[in-house]
C-alpha cells in the first residue's frame, strides 16, 4: 500500500540526497521517494557531493541517506569521520542497506545519526522511516534507543546538572534542539538569527559536554525540567 494515502501532507518543502556509487539504483530510489512523499530527491556519488550551506542559507530542511551496501562498518565509519562531520551537524542523516550483523546502531547513535535502514527494508519502510526522521523522530528500534539512554546515563555526571550554568533562552534553544528543530526553525520561532542559534548551540555543547544534538536530546529528557525549576 502506498504510504501516500495515509498521509494528510507531503514534504514538498524538504529535500532528500541520497549518496552513493550505485547511480540506478539511487536514481530509481529518488524516484520512488519523490512519487511517495513529494519531497525533492537529489542523487550523489559521496558525501563530498553535497553542499554544505551556511547556517545563515539555510532554507529548506534536509535528509542525507548514505548507502552502505559494499562496504565495511570500518571504513564507513571513517567515511563519515572524515567528511560527513559538518554535513552531518548541518542536515539530518541515516544509513540505508546496513548490513544488520555490523551492530552499528549504538555507533550511529553516537554520530548523530538519526536512523538506520538495513538491507532488507522495503522502499514501503524507508518511505514510512523518512516521514518519522522528518517529523523530530529517531528510527531506530525502541530497545535501541533505551539500551543508548543507560549508556548515556550511566556515562553523565549525576551531579553535573547542579555545575551547568544554563541560561533562560540557552534552555529554549535546547527544548527546540531535544524536539528535533532545525537551527532555521528554532531561529523563526525565537526571532533571531540562525548564527545566534548556531552560537546558543555551541555554548550548549560545550555547557552539557555532548558532541551532537542526538546527545543533547537525550542530556535535555534528563535535566531539562530540573534546569527550568531553577529559573
Known amino acids: 500500500m502506498s504510504l501516500k494515502k495515509g498521509k ?3 514534504l514538498t518543502d524538504k529535500i532528500v540526497y541520497i549518496v552513493g556509487p550505485l547511480r540506478l539504483q539511487n536514481d530509481l530510489m529518488a524516484l520512488f521517494l519523490k512519487r511517495e512523499t513529494g519531497a525533492k530527491c537529489l542523487v550523489g556519488k559521496d558525501l563530498s557531493h553535497i ?4 547556517d545563515e542559507n539555510i532554507s529548506q530542511p534536509k535528509l542525507v541517506l548514505l548507502d552502505c551496501l559494499g562496504k565495511d562498518m570500518e571504513s564507513l565509519l571513517v567515511e ?3 567528511d560527513g562531520k559538518k554535513i552531518l551537524y548541518q542536515n539530518l542523516a541515516a544509513l540505508f542497506n546496513v548490513n544488520p550483523g555490523w551492530r552499528i546502531e549504538e555507533k550511529a547513535v553516537g554520530l548523530g545519526l538519526r536512523g538506520v535502514f538495513y538491507e532488507g527494508d522495503t522502499l514501503d519502510r524507508i518511505t514510512k522511516g523518512v516521514y518519522a526522521i ?6 531506530f528500534s525502541r530497545d535501541i534507543m533505551a539500551r543508548c539512554l543507560r549508556k548515556y546515563k550511566v556515562q553523565s555526571d549525576p551531579f553535573m546538572r547542579d555545575r551547568i550554568s544554563v541560561t533562560p533562552r540557552e534552555i529554549e534553544v535546547l527544548t527546540m534542539v531535544a524536539l528535533g528543530a532545525k537551527n532555521e526553525e528554532i531561529a523563526h520561532k525565537l526571532c ?18 555532548v558532541s551532537n544534538r542526538l ?12 534546569l527550568i525549576t531553577k529559573y
Do not use: R
Not at 553542499?51 to 551556511?54: A, E, G, N, R, T
Open 8 to 10: 494528510k501532507c507531503q
Open 51 to 54: 553542499p554544505v550551506p551556511d
Open 215 to 226: 546527545q543533547a536530546a537525550f542530556w535535555a529528557a534528563k535535566n531539562l525540567q530540573h
Open 192 to 209: 533571531i538569527s540562525s548564527h545566534t542559534v548556531k552560537t546558543h548551540i555551541y555554548n550548549i555543547f560545550k555547557k552539557i559536554n
Open 80 to 82: 563519515i569521520e572524515s
Open 134 to 139: 522528518f517529523n523530530g523522530e529517531f528510527w
